[in-house]
């Protein structure tokens, strides 16, 4: 009991002190050594170099260029006066008053159309800034906003999205990414109207108390209504980003010979691996080297740079350090009896069983993707074998798994959140209530309806 309980502890003092505003650069290491420390007879020097900096490490080095090119766009979309024009064309279509809506909309789009949170996260921040400037809505609420959008519907429910959240489960299941369309389409309905309405809610509350956008230091650059560029130029760079995205994994890598990458000098990999990041890279370039041509007069390109690159830092050290703590945590020996006690819950019905091991695993690690991985690495022939013997659709066992991955994901040290309130300048204690609410109260529900349709009606 007591390895148990020295996780448990680590996880308490990461989740209260980072709600508290404490750095996670801070946190996230003092919290794994505090974990170590607990369980006698484990070194914390070696795991504090070996493990943790290795693993930190390792997400640096993966996605680093992503953060640094993401921060650079999202710089350049600033400064062109690009995320100006579009939240300018936005307002004045669905009113100024919908700021969060719009916010939501313009998240989901992207992220359906297969860009990346992270470089979501940055291109939709300058935009939800102007927006919810010109509406007077707190600046508090943008995480939430960009969370609906980015975190929820678009990640596990909607049919066909290419989140990788959406995808690890037809590995198991023989399915594809449009699995049980109907429960997806119900699942990310409740997803998207309730956490809308919730968010609503919030600016409500803070616009008959009087609160309006803030004070706040955004850098955010002021350009005249005049010298905007129009809608369609403006949104153009990111149309070339979700294109290049979706040619280069479907079209252009495919026909690649890339076997030198199963050369010892390149990690002995494989194209399915590096795709969807090498994919990344390239749309975000490309839309870059548009804007530094057909905007280069709006452009004060040396400060973008710099400040791109200043900005991508804090992001991408928060992430890596609580993936370093999720490792930490993962080799401890306490984990291991976690791991094999959620396995033993998997003794009744595949969709309850899986859904719980799913959703716990993803508390533990901080993470959807993560908690979705090691669950059906565990457990996800087994699943299938009992849902076949059940006579349940492999359909619908993909869609609600998928979906429980979002549900007890979004603690304080999910490493997707911290990037998300650094990148808007926000903490925990700013933000994360109604994080909380959208990305895991809401889910969770969602989750448990789902299901409910399912034994009711079966898949559709």
Not at 95 to 119: D, E, Q
Not at 433 to 450: E, R, S, Y
């Amino acid at each position: 009991m007591w390895e148990i309980g020295s996780i448990i502890f680590s996880m308490v003092i990461l989740v209260l002190l980072a709600y508290r505003g404490f750095s996670v650069l801070v946190l996230a290491p003092a919290a794994a050594m505090i974990a170590v420390l607990c369980n006698i007879g484990e070194s914390p020097l070696g795991y504090y170099t070996q493990i943790f900096m290795v693993k930190l490490g390792d997400f640096t080095i993966a996605y680093f260029p992503l953060f640094l090119l993401s921060a650079i766009f999202g710089k350049l979309m600033e400064s062109s006066g690009s995320a100006k024009s579009i939240a300018n064309y936005v307002s004045e279509k669905i009113g100024a008053k919908n700021a969060i809506l719009a916010v939501v909309l313009s998240c989901s789009l992207l992220t359906y159309g297969g860009v990346s949170l992270f470089v979501v996260a940055f291109a939709v921040y300058p935009i939800a800034v102007e927006l919810f400037r010109k509406s007077d809505t707190p600046k508090r609420l943008i995480p939430g906003s960009i969370a609906i959008g980015s975190f929820t519907f678009t990640m596990v429910a909607l049919p066909g999205t290419p989140a990788i959240q959406n995808a690890i489960p037809a590995q198991y299941f023989g399915t594809n990414t449009f699995a049980a369309p109907g429960l997806g389409i119900v699942a990310s309905a409740l997803l998207f109207f309730l956490g809308i309405a919730w968010m609503n809610r919030q600016q409500k509350i803070a616009s008959s108390g009087g609160e309006g956008y803030g004070n706040h230091n955004d850098k955010i650059v002021a350009i005249a209504e005049n010298q905007l560029p129009n809608f369609w130029e403006a949104v153009t760079p990111i149309i070339i980003v979700v294109l290049m995205n979706y040619v280069c994994v479907k079209h252009i890598f495919p026909q690649l010979d890339t076997s030198y990458l199963q050369q010892e000098k390149y990690g002995s990999t494989d194209i399915k691996t590096v795709a969807s990041n090498w994919a990344v890279i390239v749309a975000v370039f490309s839309a870059l080297v548009f804007l530094l041509g057909y905007h280069r007069k709006r452009i004060n390109l040396i400060p973008c740079l710099n400040m791109g690159a200043a900005d991508s830092l804090s992001p991408i050290f928060n992430t890596a350090s609580v993936v370093g703590y999720g490792a930490v945590i993962n080799c401890l020996p306490g984990f291991t009896i976690i791991k094999n006690w959620i396995l033993s819950l998997s003794a009744g019905n595949p969709i309850i069983s899986g859904s719980i091991v799913t959703g716990m695993l993803s508390a533990v690690t901080g993470s959807a993707s993560g908690g979705l991985s090691i669950s059906l690495q565990m457990m996800g022939t087994k699943l299938l074998e009992m849902s076949q013997q059940a006579h349940i659709n492999p359909e619908a066992l993909h869609r609600i798994i998928a979906l429980s991955c979002s549900t007890l994901h979004a603690l304080p040290h999910n490493g997707a959140l911290i990037t998300l309130l650094a990148i808007c300048g926000l903490t925990h204690k700013d933000s994360y209530k109604d994080i909380f609410v959208v990305c895991l109260l809401i889910p969770l529900a969602t989750t448990i309806a789902t299901i409910l349709i399912y034994n009711t009606c079966g898949s559709f």
